[in-house]
């Protein structure tokens, strides 16, 4: 999900956005806020994450990047300054909420099936993640705003030509990517702990798996991070084999993102229509 976010905007802003890591971040802390201090329960988080974080990256685009690419900014000057972005993103979300973990105090049941235990938590995770992948292939397919949105990541110049508001299409599409890393964010807090660090800690594995899924392809992203989910889990059955901490598990992503530019810098987005 927080993949899938970073993608679409790629697709249409056509920069990496490392300031993404700490929208997934400020989703979780906004869930926190939603479920333990106000008491509201683990499923008010998610809508509240969701417009909150998506609000915040509407204007992380409309205030700094929008600006800094009418003035004929680069690539390079783009990322630079989404990383500077994060910074102060991830420093404001410390002052507020401290830098000691947090918890969510939900507990969920589990089953155990011969060495296989499955937690209510995943199961939710794997529903939400299925169900928002299939609204937003339908929302792409189906809806005006999602031709609109594939029409703009495809040819802007065309799209622009042909009446679409291109502009206001991509101010769309930062909510909603904003909006799906806080989504994300929730479940990482809730599956390990919340600090400030929480988004920048998975920022290679979502990387890894946008730039695998092919950089700006909605459906190779979904691919890609199953590809990822599960070479990382493999690795840390041949890491304790070879006896290497777990801890090490990072790098399995990025060894897929240094042999997946080097050998196809496209990524797997040659096997799917752009999206």
Known sequence: MGAVGLTL?????????????????????????????????FGAAFPAAFLVTGAVGLLCYRLVFQPLAGRGATIIHLMVASIGLGFVLRYSIGSIWGWKPLYFSAKWPSLDMGPL????????????????????HLILIKTKIGKAIRATASNPELAKASGVNT?????????????????????????????????????LPIFAVAILGGIGNFYGSIVAAFIIGL?????????????????????????????TLIVKPQGLAMFFRRG
Not at 11 to 38: C, D, M, R, W
Not at 170 to 196: D, E, H, K
Request: some cysteine.
């Open 167 to 203: 502009d206001r299409v991509i101010l769309i599409t930062w909510f909603v990517g904003a909006g799906l890393a806080a989504v994300a964010g929730i479940f990482r807090a809730a599956s390990t702990q919340i600090w400030p660090m929480t988004g920048w800690d998975i920022i």
């Open 231 to 259: 070479a990382e889990n493999c690795g840390i059955v041949a890491l304790m084999a070879l006896g290497f901490s777990t801890s090490y598990r990072i790098a399995v992503a990025f060894l897929i993102l240094i042999v």
């Open 9 to 41: 905007t790629y697709g249409l802003s056509k920069f990496p956005n490392f300031a993404h890591a700490e929208l997934l971040t400020l989703g979780a802390f906004i869930g926190y806020l939603v479920s333990e201090q106000l008491g509201l329960g």
């Open 117 to 136: 235990r499955i937690t209510g938590l995943w199961v939710w995770i794997i529903v939400s993640a299925v169900s928002l992948s299939v609204i937003m």
